[in-house]
């Protein structure tokens, strides 16, 4: 029912999505060196490692990190990669994860395949058995503010509590904190 779900969902969400899409594309290739994508090795269901698509927000000489441990990760950022970030637009890609299979509409948020201790506190706490979001309870409660034993609690808690309605609330959730910009620091 939930693939169901995802499936029908992203390419509703694609049609209605193509024009800031495309507009978002241009905007990154005319403003910037490198490919419009970035794709990224994340961390999937039972730890499976996948090529996750967001566009490029920030520069082709930027370290392959998790942005909160770079020292100055302004100082990396395309001269729209704040705009981007900070509008959610550099996830729309993700769509073609979640039409892939890769990913779901709600789960926790997929790990850089270097983040060892966010990867170890979610085997430990069987978060890696679901597959990961593009939204889900750790990002409606806190997104980039939270630290890592915090939104792995928040991903069990969804792990324990999953269900068709409780997606819905985190979609309608994130769908305010997208537009309030709510809990992104970067």
Not at 118 to 128: G, Y
């Amino acid at each position: 029912m939930k693939r169901i779900f995802d499936l029908f969902l992203a390419f509703i969400a694609t049609a209605i999505l193509a024009v800031p899409l495309i507009l978002t594309a241009l905007c990154v290739k005319l403003t910037s060196k490198g490919p419009v994508v970035y794709w990224s090795n994340r961390v999937g269901k039972n730890n499976v490692i996948f090529k996750m698509p967001k566009f490029r927000s920030m520069r082709i000489d930027t370290p392959a990190v998790a942005t909160h441990l770079l020292t100055n990760p302004d100082q990396y950022l395309t001269p729209i990669g704040s705009f981007i970030r900070k509008s959610s637009l550099d996830e729309l890609p993700q769509l073609w994860s979640i039409i892939n299979g890769d990913m779901s509409f709600v789960g926790p948020r997929p790990a850089l395949y270097n983040q060892d201790d966010l990867i170890t506190l979610r085997r430990e706490n069987q978060v890696h058995t679901i597959a990961p979001g593009l939204t889900g309870w750790a990002q409606v409660n806190g997104r980039d503010e939270l630290p890592i034993p915090v939104k792995v609690e928040l991903d069990a808690y969804y792990l324990q509590h999953q269900s068709f309605w409780l997606d819905i609330r985190i979609l309608w959730m994130t769908f305010f904190k997208v537009v309030r910009r709510d809990g992104i620091t970067h």
